[in-house]
C-alpha cells in the first residue's frame, strides 16, 4: 500500500495499463467519465467525456471531499468512508478509495445504475489496486538503484529562476 | 509530497500559504490570479463562507513552465485562519510540498501570528510532517498600515530559522510574486535532492 508521504511517480507502463482499466471501467460500468486522482488532489488519469470538464478543480475537490468526510469518520471512530455517492438530477458521483491513497471517480447517469457502477468500481479497483502495488515497488527500486537518474538532480537556480521570467 | 510523472512529463508541488484569520492569504491567491496570463492558470476555487471567510480552502492551479522538458505545475491552496475551523485546516496540509507563512504585521495580531504558527506546527506533526525539514517562508503582510510591528520585531520571534523572509502588502501585490518565488525555489531545490 501506498504511505501517505511517499511521493508519487508515475511511469509510462503503468500509466497505460492504469488507462486501458479505466477505459475498460468506462465501457462496463456505461458511464461517462471516469477519473483517476491522488489523495493530495493530483490528477493522475482521466478518460470519457472530458472536453468539457474542468478535471484539475474536480481532483482538487474531489480530495477535499475525501479528506474532509475521513475526518467525519474518524470522529466516529471509522477508520474512513471508502464509498461516496453524490446523486444529482442527471449526473451522479461515485467516488471510492483504492489501496488508501487513490481515490476513484465515476461520472454516471441514467444510462447507467449505481449498483452496476459499484459492482463494476469493485472489480475494477482490485485490478488498480495491483497496478498500483506494482508501481510503489519501481518507484522503490529506481530510487535505490541511483539517484543520478532523477531528471532533477541535476537543475540549476538559473532553471528555477526562469521560470518566472 | 510532489507528484512526478514521467507518462505525461510533469511535476506537480502542493504548496499551502498558512496564518492567522484575515492576514491575507487569499488575497495573496488572488493577486496572483489576476497578475497570472490566462493559459498558465486555472480556475481559482474559494469555499468560502457568504461573508466571503474562506470555509476549507481556496485552490489555484498554475502552470509555470518547462524544467528539463517537464511541465511544472504547482496547486497553491490556502488554509481557513480562524481558530474554530482547526479540523479542516489540517486537511489541507496533507501531502505539502512547501508552506508560506502569512503574518499579519498589525500589532494587535501579534499574539495571532505565534498562535498560528504553533498551530502549523502542531498540525504538521500530526501528518507526520517537522516543519524544520519542509520547503518554509514567511510573508510580513500589510506593511503599508500605520499599526504595523517592526520586521525586526516579527522576525525575532517568528523566524528563529531564518528561513527566506519577505515584506509584502497583498492588497497592491507587493512582495506577493516574490514570495511564491522564494518558496518555490525551495521546493524545487528540494526535488533536486530526492527529498
Known amino acids: 500500500m501506498l504511505g501517505p508521504q511517499s511521493s508519487l511517480v508515475m511511469y509510462d507502463e503503468e500509466y497505460q495499463r492504469i488507462l486501458q482499466l479505466l477505459e475498460k471501467l468506462l465501457r462496463e460500468a456505461n458511464s ?13 488519469a482521466a478518460t470519457g467525456e472530458t472536453e468539457n470538464l474542468d478535471t484539475t478543480s474536480l481532483a482538487s475537490l474531489t480530495a477535499g471531499n475525501i479528506a474532509a468526510t475521513g475526518g467525519l469518520a474518524k470522529l466516529i471512530g471509522e477508520k474512513e468512508f471508502s464509498i461516496l455517492f453524490h446523486e444529482g438530477e442527471k449526473d451522479n458521483i461515485h467516488i471510492s478509495i483504492i489501496g488508501g491513497r487513490v481515490i476513484l471517480v465515476v461520472i454516471f447517469d441514467q444510462r447507467s445504475s449505481l449498483g452496476l457502477v459499484r459492482l463494476r468500481v469493485k472489480k475494477a479497483s482490485n485490478e488498480l489496486a495491483v497496478v498500483f502495488e506494482d508501481l510503489v515497488n519501481k518507484t522503490e527500486q529506481e530510487a535505490s538503484s541511483s539517484s543520478a537518474s532523477s531528471p532533477f538532480a541535476e537543475i540549476t537556480d538559473d532553471d528555477i529562476d526562469n521560470l518566472f521570467n | 509530497m510532489s507528484f512526478i510523472n514521467y507518462a505525461s512529463r510533469e511535476i506537480n508541488c502542493k504548496i499551502v500559504y498558512y496564518g492567522p484569520g484575515l492576514c491575507g492569504k487569499t488575497t495573496n491567491l488572488q493577486f496572483i490570479y489576476n497578475k497570472t496570463a490566462e493559459e498558465a492558470k486555472g480556475k481559482m476555487i474559494s469555499l468560502a463562507t457568504e461573508t466571503e471567510r474562506t470555509l476549507f480552502f481556496d485552490f489555484l ?4 513552465g518547462e524544467i528539463r522538458g517537464f511541465k511544472t505545475r504547482f496547486h497553491l491552496y490556502t488554509v481557513p485562519g480562524q481558530v474554530f475551523y482547526d479540523a479542516s485546516r489540517k486537511l489541507i496540509l496533507k501531502g505539502v510540498d512547501g508552506v508560506v507563512f502569512v503574518a499579519d504585521s498589525q500589532e494587535e495580531r501579534f499574539d495571532a501570528n505565534i498562535e498560528s504558527l504553533e498551530n502549523l506546527k502542531d498540525n504538521l506533526e500530526e501528518q507526520g510532517f517537522d516543519l524544520e525539514k519542509l520547503p518554509f517562508v514567511i510573508q510580513y503582510n500589510k506593511r503599508d498600515l500605520p499599526n504595523v510591528s517592526s520586521v525586526e520585531e516579527l522576525s525575532n520571534l517568528l523566524n528563529p530559522r531564518k528561513v527566506p523572509e519577505l515584506e509584502g502588502c497583498a492588497m497592491t501585490g507587493e512582495g506577493v510574486f516574490e514570495t511564491l518565488k522564494a518558496v518555490a525555489k525551495l521546493v524545487l531545490n528540494n526535488l533536486k535532492k530526492g527529498g
Open chain 1, 32 to 44: 461517462k467519465v471516469i477519473f483517476l486522482v491522488d489523495k493530495n488532489g493530483q490528477l493522475i
Open chain 2, 61 to 64: 492551479p498554475l502552470a509555470l
